[in-house]
């Protein structure tokens, strides 16, 4: 209905306003990796559109004929510059349009725009509702939103390959998965065990895995380009012979010369099959494998081979073509694995460190992780001016006396500060000279564990006869005295510790001791 002219007026103010919205996705802050995967995705999907809409535009500009044509049919002669016929035609299509869609929506393209550029429930007017987030559909539970991978079902594909020298744990698989940045994937496995069938759908497995991975955590990133370049890189090597490992004539002639022993050669005059070679020459002199060929002539019709005609000549060279293209593949496979696990090195490191991490976790601890797991985060809060404002303020609290600060963050008064003596300082030589403000602190701390632990460490009991005391010297010494005027009471333990039971009554030691053996307490 529009005119070419309209339609690229229209394509190109959609591109402008969606390079606005990309740039305001982008902008936005991501304290966390949720997020940050959510406006990458977004920003991918914005990005997508304007190379679709790019592609159109660039079309219509192409078609030169058309804007001609519109041209010339808004361009009115010079003898006709008052006929107004082509305006009224189209504003009868125009209202036939909306008479025919009475609900169609004209401001569809801004409608499209808010959807993206919106952050979650923002008109809070339910606190209990759960937006459902189709980015964390992509991942399982295992990835944790991209975090980690999920490489489990290929740990037990690798473990299951034929003839290899050592099952893996799947911390040691994740090492050989880290190697990889050192050199091509798997290089600790032997020619043959890369020249199979099971290797093949292995790496075909591990591979589209990392590239779907890759896609999903990096949609920013344009990896189908890198992958092609790597797959042009890999044919160059091949073709110059770089893959020394991968010596496709030597391994298909070894595979091919497996198969055919596996297979064995078949004496139609004695309807008989050799595993080998050699005994199947030794039996052409026999007696009996004359006979058959005698009685053979006779009959015109051979015996047939119930196995199917066997050609010994070409069958060798087709399977030698085969395991070529197999290792090819395989060999192609290997290298575009390689060159994604270089992107995803630090992932994989903290796979690894995860895993570590889970094996030392108790049962319990299991399913309190995956309970917080479960949990939606928390919705990221604007800070608006007025908050911001506060704390600048409190940052600026002006406090030239160095007062203590109260509950509320800010400095007490000066009164309370002269009333409680907290300019006083006390020095207590038994803690390590550690100093007290105020005397209402000085005479707690006598019954705190700082004092208590260099008490212990002088060999004297924290009791009421030292306090007040604070240098190590006077303690010794009103120690030794007390031994001397046989209070040796304060030495032992059992009568001057206290002990409290469950109804709130205060005991020593060893009355508390007793009464618990007769089961009083």
Same mark, same amino acid.
């Given at each position: 209905?529009?005119?070419?002219?309209?339609?690229?007026?229209?394509?190109?103010?959609?591109?402008?306003?969606?390079?606005?919205?990309?740039?305001?996705?982008?902008?936005?802050?991501?304290?966390?990796?949720?997020?940050?995967?959510?406006?990458?995705?977004?920003?991918?999907?914005?990005?997508?559109?304007?190379?679709?809409?790019?592609?159109?535009?660039?079309?219509?500009?192409?078609?030169?004929?058309?804007?001609?044509?519109?041209?010339?049919?808004?361009?009115?002669?010079?003898?006709?510059?008052?006929?107004?016929?082509?305006?009224?035609?189209?504003?009868?299509?125009?209202?036939?349009?909306?008479?025919?869609?009475?609900?169609?929506?004209?401001?569809?393209?801004?409608?499209?725009?808010?959807?993206?550029?919106?952050?979650?429930?923002?008109?809070?007017?339910?606190?209990?509702?759960?937006?459902?987030?189709?980015?964390?559909?992509?991942?399982?539970?295992?990835?944790? /939103?991209? =975090?980690?991978?999920?490489?489990? &079902?290929?740990? +037990?594909?690798?473990?299951?390959? %034929?003839? *290899?020298? !050592?099952?893996?744990?799947?911390?040691?698989?994740?090492?050989?998965?880290?190697?990889?940045?050192?050199?091509?994937?798997?290089?600790?496995?032997?020619?043959?065990?890369?020249?199979?069938?099971?290797?093949?759908?292995?790496?075909?497995?591990?591979?589209?895995?990392?590239?779907?991975?890759?896609?999903?955590?990096?949609?920013?990133?344009?990896?189908?380009?890198?992958?092609?370049?790597?797959?042009?890189?890999?044919?160059?090597?091949?073709?110059?012979?770089?893959?020394?490992?991968?010596?496709?004539?030597?391994?298909?002639?070894?595979?091919?010369?497996?198969?055919?022993?596996?297979?064995?050669?078949?004496?139609?005059?004695?309807?008989?099959? /050799?595993? =080998?070679?050699?005994?199947?020459? &030794?039996?052409? +002199?026999?007696?009996?494998?004359? %006979?058959? *060929?005698? !009685?053979?002539?006779?009959?015109?019709?051979?015996?047939?081979?119930?196995?199917?005609?066997?050609?010994?000549?070409?069958?060798?060279?087709?399977?030698?073509?085969?395991?070529?293209?197999?290792?090819?593949?395989?060999?192609?496979?290997?290298?575009?694995?390689?060159?994604?696990?270089?992107?995803?090195?630090?992932?994989?490191?903290?796979?690894?460190?995860?895993?570590?991490?889970?094996?030392?976790?108790?049962?319990?601890?299991?399913?309190?992780?995956?309970?917080?797991?479960?949990?939606?985060?928390?919705?990221?809060?604007?800070?608006?001016?007025?908050?911001?404002?506060?704390?600048?303020?409190?940052?600026?609290?002006?406090?030239?006396?160095?007062?203590?600060?109260?509950?509320?963050?800010?400095?007490?008064?000066?009164?309370?500060?002269?009333?409680?003596?907290?300019?006083?300082?006390?020095?207590?030589?038994?803690?390590?000279?550690?100093?007290?403000?105020?005397?209402?602190?000085?005479?707690?701390?006598?019954?705190?564990?700082?004092?208590?632990?260099?008490?212990?460490?002088?060999?004297?009991?924290?009791?009421?006869?030292?306090?007040?005391?604070?240098?190590?010297?006077?303690?010794?010494?009103?120690?030794?005295?007390?031994?001397?005027?046989?209070?040796?009471?304060?030495?032992?333990?059992?009568?001057?510790?206290?002990?409290?039971?469950?109804?709130?009554?205060?005991?020593?030691?060893?009355?508390?001791?007793?009464?618990?053996?007769?089961?009083?307490?």
């Amino acid at each position: 209905m529009d005119s070419i002219i309209e339609t690229q007026r229209q394509t190109h103010e959609e591109i402008e306003r969606y390079e606005t919205a990309l740039y305001s996705l982008l902008s936005r802050n991501q304290p966390t990796h949720e997020i940050r995967i959510q406006t990458e995705h977004k920003a991918a999907q914005v990005l997508d559109r304007i190379s679709s809409r790019v592609t159109a535009l660039h079309n219509s500009y192409l078609d030169e004929d058309a804007r001609k044509a519109e041209i010339g049919t808004l361009s009115a002669p010079a003898a006709a510059q008052n006929d107004l016929s082509e305006f009224y035609a189209r504003l009868v299509k125009v209202q036939d349009h909306y008479n025919k869609y009475p609900d169609a929506v004209a401001g569809g393209f801004d409608m499209e725009l808010a959807a993206i550029l919106e952050e979650g429930n923002q008109d809070e007017l339910d606190d209990d509702y759960e937006e459902e987030d189709p980015i964390s559909l992509l991942f399982s539970g295992e990835e944790a /939103y991209g =975090k980690y991978l999920d490489l489990y &079902a290929n740990h +037990t594909a690798y473990n299951n390959l %034929k003839n *290899i020298s !050592k099952r893996l744990p799947y911390l040691q698989y994740l090492d050989i998965l880290l190697a990889a940045q050192n050199g091509i994937l798997h290089s600790e496995l032997s020619k043959e065990v890369r020249a199979t069938k099971d290797y093949e759908v292995y790496i075909q497995h591990l591979h589209d895995y990392l590239l779907s991975f890759v896609k999903r955590t990096q949609p920013l990133v344009d990896i189908q380009t890198k992958h092609q370049e790597a797959e042009v890189e890999f044919y160059q090597k091949w073709d110059d012979g770089d893959f020394a490992d991968w010596d496709e004539n030597k391994s298909a002639k070894r595979l091919a010369n497996a198969d055919g022993a596996g297979q064995g050669m078949w004496c139609s005059a004695c309807q008989k099959s /050799y595993s =080998k070679k050699t005994v199947y020459d &030794a039996h052409l +002199t026999s007696k009996k494998h004359m %006979k058959a *060929i005698a !009685k053979q002539a006779v009959s015109e019709t051979p015996p047939q081979n119930p196995n199917g005609t066997q050609n010994i000549t070409a069958q060798p060279a087709s399977n030698v073509q085969f395991l070529k293209s197999r290792l090819r593949s395989s060999a192609l496979l290997t290298y575009l694995s390689t060159s994604l696990l270089m992107v995803l090195v630090p992932t994989i490191s903290e796979t690894k460190s995860n895993v570590e991490r889970r094996f030392s976790l108790t049962a319990r601890e299991r399913e309190q992780e995956l309970l917080e797991q479960s949990k939606p985060p928390p919705a990221p809060t604007n800070t608006s001016g007025d908050a911001a404002a506060e704390e600048e303020e409190e940052e600026r609290i002006y406090n030239p006396l160095k007062l203590p600060l109260g509950w509320d963050g800010k400095p007490i008064p000066y009164w309370l500060y002269k009333l409680h003596g907290l300019g006083v300082e006390y020095r207590c030589e038994i803690c390590s000279d550690h100093v007290y403000m105020g005397r209402k602190n000085f005479d707690r701390h006598f019954q705190e564990s700082r004092h208590a632990f260099g008490m212990r460490a002088l060999g004297l009991p924290n009791t009421k006869h030292f306090h007040e005391i604070t240098r190590i010297e006077d303690a010794l010494s009103l120690a030794e005295k007390l031994k001397q005027e046989g209070r040796h009471e304060i030495f032992e333990q059992e009568t001057m510790e206290e002990l409290e039971d469950d109804e709130g009554n205060v005991y020593n030691r060893k009355t508390y001791e007793d009464l618990k053996k007769q089961g009083l307490i």
